[in-house]
C-alpha cells in the first residue's frame, strides 16, 4: 500500500474512533501505529492495546460516576487501613467482606466500637469495593437519612423515598448512636430497614451497643422491632481498643481515654414477627 493510501486509512481510523467517541483509543493511537512500523508489536497487539485503554478508561469513568453517586464523604480503601493498630480485628474477615457475597445474600454488616477505631473507614472501603464490582451504593450517616424520611413523610414523599433508598443494593448507614434520633425518627428507619429486610444489603456503624437501642432511638418497643431483622441475617464485627484516628497522639491522651471497653452485643431475638400489639407503635410498612 502506498504511502498515501496508508496515511488516508490512519484518517479513517481517527475519524472512526471519533464518531466511536473512543478518545483513549485517538490518543494512543499514534503511538500504537509506531509500534507497529518499528515490529515491536503486530496488529492483534495493536487493536488489543487500543481497545484495552479505552476500556480502562470507561471504567474508571464508570467507577468515579458510580462513587458520586454512592455519595460517600471520602474515599478510603482497605490497604489503607492500619490493621495492626487494632488488633482486636480479624483482618482476614474484613478481607472476606470484601468478596461481597453478604451482598449477594442481603445480609447486615453491623460494625461496633468506640469512635475513632475505624469503623466508618472500614465501612467506606467495603462500598468502594461494591462499586468497584458493579453494585450499586449509597451511603448516609443515620441522622442525614432520618432527617431525610421525616421531610418525604411531610411532604406525602415517604414511600417513593423509601423505594428510591432500597434501589442500591447496598446501604451504608453511618453513626448510629453519635446524634440523638429525633422524636418518631426511630419508626420511620424501620419502615426503610422493613423495606430492605431480605432484599438488600445493608452496613451499619454504631459505638452503641445493641442493649443500648433503646435510648438511642428513644423506644425500646421500636429498638426490638429493628433488631428482630437487622440481626437476622447479620454479621456482627467488634471494634475494641482506643481511637485510631488519635494514634499519633496516644500520649496527650487521658489514662482512660487510651482503651475504651468493648461494646458487646446481646444474644440474637428470640422472638419473631413485630412488637407485641398493646405496645405497639405504628410501624406501618412503607
Not at 495493536?46 to 464508570?62: F, K, M, P, Q, T
Not at 466508618?120 to 448516609?140: D, P
Not at 418525604?152 to 423509601?162: D, K
Request: hydrophobic residues 40%; aromatic residues 6%; contains cysteine.
Amino acid at each position: 500500500m502506498s504511502h498515501g493510501g496508508a496515511a488516508s486509512r490512519v484518517d479513517n481510523i481517527r475519524r472512526s474512533l471519533v464518531h466511536l467517541k473512543m478518545p483513549r483509543a485517538l490518543e494512543m493511537l499514534d503511538a500504537t501505529l509506531r509500534g507497529i512500523e518499528q515490529g515491536k508489536i503486530d496488529g492483534v497487539e495493536a487493536i488489543d492495546i487500543l481497545l484495552n485503554e479505552e476500556l480502562s478508561l470507561r471504567e474508571n469513568r464508570r467507577i468515579k460516576a458510580a462513587l458520586r453517586m454512592a455519595r460517600l464523604p471520602i474515599i478510603k480503601t482497605l490497604d489503607g487501613y492500619d490493621f495492626s493498630f487494632q488488633p482486636s480485628l480479624d483482618r482476614n474477615r474484613i478481607l472476606a467482606l470484601a468478596g461481597l457475597d453478604f451482598i449477594n445474600r442481603a445480609e447486615v454488616v453491623h460494625l461496633l466500637g468506640p469512635p475513632g477505631t475505624g469503623k466508618s473507614h472500614i465501612a467506606t472501603a467495603l462500598a468502594v469495593e461494591a462499586v468497584k464490582a458493579g453494585k450499586s451504593v449509597y451511603f448516609i450517616p443515620l441522622a442525614d437519612l432520618i432527617a431525610a424520611l421525616a421531610k418525604a413523610e411531610r411532604e406525602g414523599t415517604l414511600r417513593e423515598r423509601i423505594r428510591f433508598l432500597c434501589r442500591s443494593s447496598l446501604l451504608v448507614v453511618d453513626e448510629i448512636g453519635y446524634l440523638p434520633v429525633t422524636p418518631g425518627g426511630g419508626n420511620l428507619f424501620f419502615q426503610l430497614v422493613n423495606a430492605r429486610y431480605e432484599k438488600g444489603a445493608m452496613i451499619l456503624t454504631s459505638n452503641r451497643g445493641f442493649a443500648e437501642w433503646g435510648d438511642v432511638f428513644g423506644d425500646p418497643v421500636v429498638a426490638t422491632a429493628l433488631l428482630d431483622r437487622l440481626l437476622h441475617h447479620a454479621v456482627v464485627i467488634q471494634i475494641e481498643g482506643s481511637s485510631y484516628r488519635m494514634r499519633q497522639h496516644a500520649d496527650l491522651l487521658p489514662e482512660h481515654a487510651r482503651a475504651t471497653p468493648s461494646i458487646n452485643p446481646p444474644p440474637l431475638p428470640k422472638r419473631r414477627g413485630r412488637p407485641p400489639a398493646k405496645e405497639k407503635p405504628d410501624l406501618h410498612h412503607g
